[in-house]
């Protein structure tokens, strides 16, 4: 299976987000803090977006 290409993005967080970012790969949680990332992210439009696209092409 092909990886999806990725680009790279430059963001600021308050250090409270880190810390708990790197607490998330300190137990295992995630391999990575850009992993976590990804799938907040990947969460978040699953919800926010992505659902009520599809909700709108269920009513068409």
Do not use: F
Request: no cysteine; hydrophobic share 40%; aromatic share 4%.
């Amino acid at each position: 299976m092909k990886k999806p290409s990725m680009k790279l993005i430059s963001i600021k967080l308050p250090n409270a987000y880190i810390e708990g970012l790197t607490d998330l790969v300190e137990l295992g949680i995630y391999p990575s803090r850009s992993e976590a990332i990804r799938v907040a992210i990947r969460d978040m439009l699953k919800k926010e977006l992505w659902s009520r696209q599809e909700a709108t092409k269920k009513k068409s």
